[in-house]
């Protein structure tokens, strides 16, 4: 454990040293979701009556989606980890006497949190400094807050999960840049990243709302804004367990089975 706790530790505070970039990254957030706040008041002035969630709600929901990147954004992915992979350098990390799954599981981890340290703190506190409906909202009530810190680790561990079992199935692919591609295209979809999963026809959403991406960040996000009954939350929760499990026991069967198989050539 003490191994993966230095990788973690040495991670994180490379992340912080990057603070031009996470000044840059603030103004490009705040920038996008107030765009995508003034494109969905356009649509709730039309007709407010014909969506699911009040305009305040979901602008509190742009806003923690925006604050919260780096926990949910699958195509923050490690380059390195893929370059290692092509290029053969990952037989020099085979040979550590570490889990290579632990290891990139932590890093990725800690580069997640070092990031979210760095922008969501000034991004939640000019947000909730904008005028109502436009601002970020208090959240619904002290419970709902704790199960929105909850669910909002839970959904971490799970993007981090996915993006270690992606990095492991590149060991199977002539290149990387496919998987990368289909897996952020299906997880900002489905996940909620692009339109908020309670738009979306009721069939439709109750499938959705039942794939591991939804538990990613729309499960934290609705929970924050009363958006889910105490039931719905309850198997939110379970779903979020389950899948992060799932996903995490499938990545490190891959990477046995990876490890067993690999080929490098060259001196």
């Given at each position: 454990m003490k191994k993966y706790l230095s990788f973690f530790?040495?991670?994180?505070?490379?992340?912080?040293?990057?603070?031009?970039?996470?000044?840059?990254?603030?103004?490009?957030?705040?920038?996008?979701g107030a765009m995508?706040?003034?494109?969905?008041?356009?649509?709730?002035?039309?007709?407010?009556s014909a969506f699911p969630m009040d305009f305040s709600a979901a602008a509190s929901y742009l806003w923690l989606q925006q604050a919260f990147l780096?926990?949910?954004?699958?195509w923050m992915m490690d380059g390195e980890i893929f370059d290692s992979i092509v290029n053969g350098d990952v037989a020099?990390?085979?040979?550590?006497?570490?889990?290579?799954?632990n290891m990139w599981f932590s890093k990725g981890l800690?580069?997640?949190?070092s990031r979210a340290v760095l922008r969501c703190f000034p991004i939640l506190i000019a947000a909730a400094l904008l005028p109502r409906p436009y601002g970020l909202n208090a959240p619904a009530s002290p419970m709902h807050f704790i199960l929105f810190i909850l669910t909002l680790i839970l959904g971490l561990l799970m993007t981090v999960s996915l993006c270690?079992?992606?990095?492991?199935?590149?060991?199977f692919t002539i290149s990387p840049m496919g998987l990368q591609i289909i897996f952020t295209s299906l997880t900002d979809f489905f996940a909620g990243a692009l339109i908020p999963l309670p738009f979306f026809p009721g069939n439709i959403q109750r499938?959705?709302?039942?794939?591991?991406?939804?538990?990613?960040?729309?499960?934290?996000?609705?929970?924050?804004?009363?958006?889910?009954?105490?039931?719905?939350m309850q198997k939110a929760v379970f779903l979020q367990i389950f899948w992060l499990a799932a996903i995490t026991f499938t990545g490190k069967a891959l990477c046995r089975l990876a490890a067993k198989r690999i080929t490098v050539q060259g001196g």
């Open positions: 530790r040495l991670r994180f505070t490379m992340g912080l040293q990057y603070r031009a970039a996470a000044f840059g990254g603030i103004a490009t957030q705040f920038a996008w995508e706040i003034l494109i969905f008041r356009a649509f709730y002035r039309s007709d407010a780096a926990f949910f954004a699958t020099y990390e085979l040979c550590r006497p570490v889990s290579i799954y800690s580069t997640r949190l270690v079992l992606i990095c492991i199935l590149a060991f499938i959705m709302e039942l794939l591991p991406f939804a538990a990613m960040q729309n499960v934290p996000l609705r929970i924050y804004g009363g958006g889910m009954s105490f039931d719905e």
